[in-house]
């Protein structure tokens, strides 16, 4: 028993590094919207395109992400994940050495196949790992290093990406190819660094032995007979796909377009300090979940959702209103009352049900972030024709619908 607790403690720490991981690459993503504009001279609903190779590769791999799980183990799913991530990263070489915006595209793919594989198999472990009761708390926690790793991407992203000056039209040649030059090649510095650490990280899961989520919780030592495909009889569950992929919608567009909106509403502010405001939105997500989640051991986590979501919809409609340094203040509290969505949604649409149905559950419940790859190419569309004030708007009633879901759609019916 005792060696099983520390393994179980293994497990929780080598897990929750894997949510930092993909945090520090979901911060540099959007980053890499702005700079792609600016370097590969490609417009915002073009740079969507970004978005969609990323979070479709969510949709793609999380069946048989989930397969692999089913069939072997978590941590087979996670070193599965860990090995895509790492080739994606080390795609991103030939990609900056053609400044080809079509290779980068596939670069992201194959390293988003890994993250949503990694996606795919670390949430419901998480949730395993110990009661359910504390599931909410324990997906939370660990979600807050996810933010720390989406707040380090935009600073990243800022120092060494956007701080090179985009050339504007009636540059030398000359200075068009070296501003190029060495912004291609800090991007190849960042990810070959990346693929070092998914590396390491690879190896440490190879090398410890970690519990099954069945080996983990009384919850579950009954013998489970129910089949995968039940799981759509509940519809808790159902509901919960949707407003899954109705959050991930916003939340991907909220950050893939934050820069384009603090330039459009704040005249004389540059792309590295816009990055850097990214980067406080960021801290304010990750504060949200340090704070937000301490209260669900007094406040259900849907509870919880349903107010900050309601509170998201209101912000949105001020939004389209606001500008100057009110703008930044209010699109930096947007991201404050996203921040415990997407754990809690996953703890609650799978909360009660059986063991054998989580992992595909997780498996749909991760497909469901290919909203993703849908809205920021609908909101680059918006944005190009009407403007960035346009483009949050559109996103109000996705939160409204975020919002009945905490509040009614989350309750447990068969």
Not at 41 to 70: C, K, M, V
Not at 177 to 191: D, H, I, K, R, T
């Amino acid at each position: 028993m005792l060696n099983n607790s520390k393994n179980i403690k293994i497990a929780i720490i080598l897990v929750t590094s894997l949510f930092f991981l993909w945090g520090v690459s979901y911060g540099l993503i959007d980053v890499m919207n702005k700079n792609f504009q600016n370097h590969l001279h490609i417009t915002q609903h073009e740079s969507g395109f970004l978005q969609l190779a990323y979070f479709g590769a969510y949709f793609i791999i999380a069946l048989p992400a989930g397969y692999i799980a089913n069939k072997y183990s978590y941590k087979i799913g996670i070193i599965f994940g860990l090995i895509l991530y790492a080739i994606g990263c080390l795609l991103i070489i030939p990609a900056t050495n053609l400044a080809n915006f079509y290779l980068f595209l596939f670069a992201f793919f194959i390293l988003a196949c890994g993250i949503g594989s990694l996606e795919t198999s670390a949430n419901p472990y998480m949730v395993k790992l110990g009661d359910e009761k504390n599931a909410s708390f324990r997906i939370n926690a660990a979600q807050s290093f996810n933010g720390l790793g989406q707040f380090l991407g935009p600073i990243i992203g800022g120092a060494l990406f956007l701080s090179i000056t985009k050339q504007e039209e009636g540059a030398s040649k000359e200075q068009i190819e070296a501003a190029l030059l060495a912004n291609m090649g800090n991007v190849q510095l960042v990810y070959v660094g990346i693929a070092a650490i998914v590396i390491l990280i690879l190896i440490a899961f190879a090398l410890n032995k970690i519990p099954e989520g069945s080996a983990v919780s009384s919850d579950y030592e009954q013998k489970d007979t129910s089949k995968p495909i039940g799981v759509f009889k509940h519809k808790h569950f159902n509901f919960g796909l949707l407003a899954q992929f109705l959050y991930i919608a916003n939340q991907v567009s909220a950050g893939a377009f934050f820069i384009n909106y603090l330039s459009e509403h704040n005249e004389n502010l540059k792309d590295e300090q816009g990055a850097y405001y990214f980067s406080i939105a960021l801290i304010a997500f990750m504060l949200g979940r340090i704070l937000s989640t301490p209260l669900m051991k007094k406040i259900k986590g849907e509870t919880i959702l349903g107010w900050y979501s309601f509170i998201n919809v209101i912000l949105c409609v001020c939004l389209y209103f606001a500008s100057g340094f009110i703008s930044i203040v209010i699109l930096i509290a947007l991201f404050f009352f996203m921040s415990i969505s997407f754990p809690t949604i996953f703890a609650v649409a799978t909360k009660n049900l059986p063991f054998n149905q989580v992992k595909l559950g997780g498996s749909l419940l991760v497909m469901s972030i290919v909203g993703g790859a849908i809205m920021p190419i609908i909101m680059g569309l918006i944005n190009d024709y009407f403007g960035t004030s346009m483009g949050y708007l559109a996103m109000a009633p996705l939160f409204l619908y975020v919002s009945w879901y905490g509040f009614f759609g989350s309750k447990i019916k068969a």
